[in-house]
């Protein structure tokens, strides 16, 4: 099998071969490509695995989110793209608006574990109303009011014409 990377040994000068300034490079560095954090090791896979078979969905989230790294709603977009018609991407802006519309009670504005049951019975609610997939209705949701179209606003002026007034 080839290896990816370069052959160093073949592209070094003779004094980065040498044991003094490996030793020193090494020190420096302080990563050892055997102990590489981006190579899933079988504890994450374990754990994920665990959280996407959970029948539970609070479960599945605390399951998820002992990853390091991980929080509420990193964890709901990683159920998500394991089963989207089963959870949805827990976002601040689909919480304000459900809030909004009156399908979501009080609560933080930012993305919590104790709230995600709500947020997620609240989602699948509202993509019963608007008969939409789960997260096609939540994306709905959390998508930013409109922009308007340049910064100017017109405003009446009596019975004159409209101007253009600059927005501050």
Known sequence: MKRWWLDETAHAGE?????????GYERKAGFDPAEDPTEPNDAIV????RAIRCNDELGALLLVTQLPGIGPALGSAALMAAAPARYTVMDTRALASLRGFGLLGPGPDQATTPAS??????????ASIVNLPLARSTA????????PACRYRTE????VRQRPLISP
């Open 156 to 159: 009446p002026v009596g019975e």
């Open 15 to 23: 004094e980065h071969l040498a044991p003094l300034y490996v030793t």
């Open 46 to 49: 374990d754990l994920t695995a």
């Open 140 to 147: 709905r949701c959390s998508q930013p009011p409109a922009r």
């Open 117 to 126: 049951l709500a947020y997620l019975n609240s989602c699948r609610r509202l």
